[in-house]
């Protein structure tokens, strides 16, 4: 079994993993970008509100997500390459991510902000470091995309993941969080990286002792599968309860 530190993630390329996956969006990221949305733009949120995203890889879309209701977005990231990437990236972000802004900018917050690719270079901050080095209760609001179950082979792992990520949220910050089903790793180029294969009950019960008003919905395959080996994909949603581990019922 592979643990999230037998694997070698400076040597996740970025460009690789961009390319196969978002050059040109799918309809299930179609799909998991506008029920993103439209958890943000409903949310109760202050205009000055910082916005984390754990395991950015090299996927904008989240942060761009978080953009109208931040005055800074902290991308979280492991992998060296990644965060080379990042950093050149929302400096002046490349045209195909225009395809995630114009779905966003079908709600109002988001129409609102002017200039994304300079509000994006003006707000986001990469930080290189690992989800369980997060410090606690910092974030007023969070997304962690296809991470948690896409870093090792360990299921204590996974739920490490998602209990660090919780963790940096503030009571009441709204999340989404993002999750292959029933993954059995995946490739970037010819490298394999690990994965633990989770389902929605899974996903639930990690996220149950810390949020209110929690929905996992399930997001079957629609057209090419781009990545091998599962079977469907998970959305997590849902607000950082005010005293984690306490059942509301
Ligand atoms: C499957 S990729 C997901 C990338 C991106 N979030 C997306 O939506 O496509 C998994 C990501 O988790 C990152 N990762 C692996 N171990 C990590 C750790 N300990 N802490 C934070 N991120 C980690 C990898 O570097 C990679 O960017």
Redesign the pocket.
Known sequence: MYS?AD?D?DA?DPAQ?MAH??LSLTPDDRRLLALTRDRFATADLPMDARGL???????LY?ALAMLPHCREITL????AG?VDWLRTEVADYSPHWDACWAILAEAAPYRRVGAPRTALAERARVVH????DLPATQWDLGT????AE??SELFDEFLA?VDAFTAALKPGAPFVA?FMENSEG?AVGDRP?PAVGIDSGTVHAAFAPAADELVVERIAPMGEKLRDGYTGMLLAVGRIRAERGTDPC
């Open positions: 999230n694997t993630w996740f993993y996956n978002y995203d754990v395991g950015s890889g090299s996927n989240p979280w990231e492991y992998g990644n470091g690992s989800v369980y962690m995309f296809f991470v896409s870093m993941a993002a995946y990286f």
